[in-house]
């Protein structure tokens, strides 16, 4: 069976602790070493940590530093870093770089920004524009970052660009009902692209927060195999299967049923309400 082994890397990163964050991610990086898995996974913004505040603006280029240093403990396995990237015109991206053998091989952007209750992203971050795939010799992942996950459109287009597995990094802050909330978006866009699904998060408190944890591992046939403690940081490894996704859409024709003119209406239908010819 064709499979790939997977460390997701709950971590309880704090805002700002650039040090400290880094400690924790070193530390799932000699895991992973140690049980010689394929795939690192790291939460959203793992380097500087998530929440909101100019702290962004400040700290910066101790997380870009942070990452350098990181990135040289990296050999023979890939791992996926959250990290606040800056473009050479001085903007700020909420991102997610593939490392592997000590070098950024795949770069992804935030493409859903948010910005309501305590989040601010859209006051530090731009958006991001492009959905790729990337490489990891076993299999072609797509990385989405928390929010891409609850529109169908990033996912999809990644499984058309031929992803053997998404890959979710998550900081999402713990209410009632958060917990089922994030399992029926996981488990249907590993249904609606019968792919299987990676999500870590954010785990532990700060600034009166507590994040929710939770990180799971999706079938393709959109079962919860696997998860995380609630709340708390911890660490799993799962073996993902890469065959069932081939088996399953032998008979689930709906991938292949995906029709170009369907695609051009919907683009048609965006420009309408887009120019003001829907209640929405």
Not at 48 to 67: A, C, F, Q, R
């Amino acid at each position: 069976m064709r499979e790939i082994k997977v460390l997701i890397a709950q971590l309880s990163t704090k805002l700002g602790d650039v040090r400290g964050n880094e400690k924790k991610i070193l530390k799932a990086i000699e895991m992973a070493k140690r049980e010689k898995v394929h795939l690192l996974l790291t939460p959203e913004l793992s380097t500087l940590g998530y929440g909101s505040g100019d702290i962004y603006l400040d700290k910066v280029n101790e997380n870009l530093e942070s990452l350098e240093r990181i990135k040289k403990e990296i050999d023979n396995f890939y791992a996926i870093i959250g990290y606040v990237e800056k473009d050479e015109y001085g903007f700020f991206y909420n991102s997610a770089c593939l490392i592997h053998k000590g070098k950024i091989t795949g770069n992804y952007r935030k493409v859903q920004l948010v910005n309501y209750r305590l989040f601010d992203e859209k006051r530090y971050f731009k958006r991001g524009t492009k959905l790729p795939v990337f490489d990891i010799g076993k299999a072609k992942i797509g990385i989405l970052i928390c929010e891409d996950v609850w529109f169908p459109e990033p996912s999809r287009a990644m499984a058309l660009r031929g992803a053997d597995v998404l890959i979710v990094l998550g900081a999402s802050p713990f209410e009632r009902g958060k917990k089922e909330i994030w399992e029926d978006f996981l488990t249907q866009r590993a249904r609606d692209n019968i792919l299987p699904l990676l999500f870590c998060d954010q785990a532990g408190c700060q600034d009166g927060v507590t994040y929710l944890g939770y990180s799971m591992y999706v079938s393709a046939s959109g079962n919860v195999v696997k998860t995380a403690k609630l709340l708390e940081e911890d660490y799993f490894i799962v073996n993902v299967d890469l065959e069932e996704a081939k088996r399953l859409r032998r008979r689930d024709t709906r991938l292949r049923e995906l029709h170009r003119d369907i695609l051009e209406e919907l683009l048609k239908a965006y420009e309408e309400m887009e120019n003001g010819g829907s209640g929405i």
